[in-house]
C-alpha cells in the first residue's frame, strides 16, 4: 500500500491534479487522510465514476458521436482484454478476493467480440489479463459458448486458440502455473499466440510458499519450466517474487536465489513484504525487519540484473520484429508496455511492425537498427 500512496504523492507533485483508481479506491479514508488534495477516488474497475470525475474537473462540449464509443485508456495500437473478474484462490498477503469476490469469468463468445472489435478497429496487440488467467472458466465449469455458431469451452486454452485466429500480437498475463498451460506452449511454438507467459511464482522456499497458500513447488516449477523451453525455446518468463514475508529465514532467501539461477527467468519484479490490512499474512510471528528487507531485495535485484543481462545479451545479431510504440522505441515480443524492457532505434511510427537489427544489450533494453 505505501507504493501506491508514495505513487500518488509524485503524480501530484508532478502534475497536481490526480484522480485514484482501483484497488487502492477502497481504501478511500486512507487516500484522504495522506492526500487531501486528490480531486477523486473510485474502486477497481468502475470506467463510469473515472471518467464522471475526469469530465467534473475537465468538462468538454457533448458529441452525440464520441460519446457512443467505449472508453479505452491505452494507445491505439494496444489493448488490455479482461477475462475474468475475482480469484478463488485464498493468497495470505492478498486481499483481492475480499475486494472483488471468487472468479466470475467472462462468457467466451463475448471476450471474442470485444477482441475482434478491438482488432478491426487498429489494436495490434491485445494483453490478456484477470486475476487468474489459468483458470478461466473454472467457475462455470468450462461452459460451452459460441464464437462466429461455432461452440467453444469457456476454456483458456480454447480462449487462446481462438485468439490466435485473429491476426494480432496475443499476450497472456497472470498465469497460475497449472497443469493445462502445457498446451498453450505449443500455440506459442506455432506463432498463433505471443511466446510470453507472466507467471507470478512469489518464492521458492516450500515453507514459505505453505504460508503464502500458493499452489506451487520450486521443484516442479523448474521441470516444467524446462518443458516449455523444450517446446518454444524463443520462450520468454516473466515472474513476481516477493522478498521478506513473515518468517522468511536467511537460508530460505538464499534458496530463492538459487532457484533464480536455476530458472534464468528473462524478466522480474521483486516486491518487500508489506502489510495490507485485513491480509492474513499479518497475524504471522517472526516479521522480517525493514532493513533486512530493502538488503534482500537488493541482493535479489542484482542476482537477477546478471541473468536478465544474459538473458539480453544472446539476442545480439539477431533481427527481431518490434512493435514501435513511439519514434525510436518499440518492444519486441519479449516485453509487455510499462513492466519490461524496450527495444531503442532511430526512426519508426507508433502502431507499425518494424524488423529492428539488435547491435547491442544492457541490463533492460535492446539497442539496434531499422531493417
Known amino acids: ?93 492478498c486481499i483481492i478476493p475480499s475486494m472483488r469476490g471468487d472468479l466470475v469469468s467472462r462468457p467466451i463468445g463475448e471476450v471474442m467480440q470485444e477482441a475482434e472489435n478491438l482488432v478491426k478497429a487498429g489494436v495490434k496487440e491485445l494483453l490478456v489479463i484477470s486475476q487468474d488467467t489459468s483458470a478461466y472458466g473454472v467457475d462455470i465449469k468450462y461452459r460451452t459458448g459460441f464464437v462466429h455458431g461455432k461452440p467453444t469451452k469457456t476454456r483458456m486454452t480454447d480462449l487462446c486458440k481462438s ?15 497449472y497443469p493445462h498451460v502445457d498446451e498453450v506452449i505449443p500455440l506459442m511454438a ?38 516449455w523451453r523444450a517446446i518454444c525455446p524463443e520462450m520468454t518468463i516473466r ?13 530460505e532467501f538464499e534458496q530463492l536465489l538459487e532457484f533464480l539461477k536455476e530458472a534464468n527467468l528473462d524478466r522480474v519484479g521483486c516486491f ?16 522480517v525487519p525493514e532493513d533486512v528487507k530493502r538488503e534482500r531485495k537488493a541482493r535479489f535485484m542484482a542476482t ?23 519514434p525510436g522505441v518499440g518492444r519486441s515480443s519479449a516485453d509487455a508496455p510499462e513492466i519490461d ?10 502502431g507499425e511492425f518494424r524488423d529492428v537489427r539488435i547491435d547491442r544489450a544492457d541490463a533492460h533494453d535492446l539497442h539496434g537498427r531499422l531493417q
Open 163 to 177: 485468439l490466435g485466429e485473429l491476426g494480432a500480437w496475443v499476450r497472456l498475463h497472470y498465469v497460475y502455473p
Open 190 to 227: 506455432e506463432g498463433k499466440i505471443l511466446p510470453y507467459l507472466d507467471v507470478p511464482f512469489q518464492h521458492a522456499s516450500p515453507r514459505i510458499l505453505k504460508l503464502m497458500k500458493r499452489p506451487a513447488s520450486a521443484e516442479k516449477v523448474l521441470e516444467r519450466v524446462r518443458a
Open 239 to 251: 515472474s513476481t517474487f516477493i522478498v521478506g514475508f513473515p518468517g522468511e529465514t536467511e537460508a
Open 304 to 326: 537477477q540484473e546478471k541473468i536478465s543481462a544474459g538473458r539480453l545479451k544472446a539476442k545480439v545479431g539477431r533481427t527481431l520484429k518490434v512493435l514501435v510504440d513511439e
Open 272 to 287: 518487500e513484504y508489506s502489510p495490507v490490512e485485513g491480509a492474513v499474512a499479518n497475524a504471522l510471528p517472526d516479521h
Open 1 to 93: 500500500m505505501q507504493e501506491s500512496l508514495d505513487a500518488i504523492g509524485e503524480a501530484l507533485t508532478e502534475n497536481g491534479k490526480v484522480i485514484v483508481t482501483g484497488c487502492l479506491g477502497v481504501k478511500e479514508d486512507v487516500i484522504k487522510d495522506v492526500h487531501p488534495s486528490v480531486l477523486a477516488i473510485t474502486g477497481p474497475h468502475d470506467t463510469p465514476a473515472v471518467m464522471k470525475a475526469v469530465h467534473a474537473h475537465l468538462p468538454r462540449p457533448h458529441d452525440p458521436y464520441t460519446d457512443l464509443i467505449g472508453v479505452k485508456l491505452t494507445p491505439p495500437h494496444y489493448a488490455y482484454l479482461k477475462i475474468a473478474e475475482g480469484c478463488n484462490h485464498r493468497c495470505t498477503f
Open 341 to 350: 524492457g524496450v527495444v531503442r532505434f532511430k526512426g519508426g511510427k507508433a
